[in-house]
C-alpha cells in the first residue's frame, strides 16, 4: 500500500515542480513593469490582459502561454521572442517587429499587425482569423 502512495506523490512533485518552472518569473515580471523592458526574460505564462507596451523592449523573451490579450505593444521589440501558445487575441501589435519570434500555435485573432515586421517568423498553427496584416513585411500568405 505504501508504494502506490509514494509513486502517486512522486508524480504529483514531478507535475508541481514541471508548472513552477514555466511560470513567469516575478523579478522579470516587475522589470517589464518598472522599465518597459526586459530582454530574455522569462515571462512565460504571465498574465499581461489589456497592459499598456507600447514599444516595450522584449526581444528574445519567452512569453510562451502569456495572456497578452487586448495588450498595446505598439512598435514593441519581440525579435526572437517565444510567444507560442501566447493569447493576442485583439492585441495591438502595429508596427512590432516579431522578426524570428516563434508564434506556434498563438492566437492573434482579431490581432492589428498592421506595418509589422514578421520575417522569419514561425507561424505555423497560429490563428491569424480577423488579423490586420496590412503592410506586414513577411506576413504569412493565404491566412
Known sequence: ??????????????????QV??????????????TNKCTRCNLSGARLNGARLMRAKLSGANLSNAKLRGANLRGANLGGANL?????????????????????????GGANLRGANLSGANTSGANLKGANLTDAKGAPSGK
Open 1 to 18: 500500500m505504501k508504494k502506490p502512495l509514494l509513486i502517486i506523490l512522486t508524480a504529483l512533485a514531478v507535475l508541481l515542480l514541471g
Open 21 to 34: 518552472s514555466l511560470a513567469a518569473n516575478p523579478t522579470h515580471l516587475k522589470t517589464l513593469k518598472e
Open 84 to 108: 507560442s501558445g501566447a493569447d493576442l487575441r485583439r492585441a495591438n501589435l502595429r508596427g512590432a517587429n516579431m522578426g524570428r519570434a516563434n508564434l506556434g500555435g498563438a492566437d492573434l
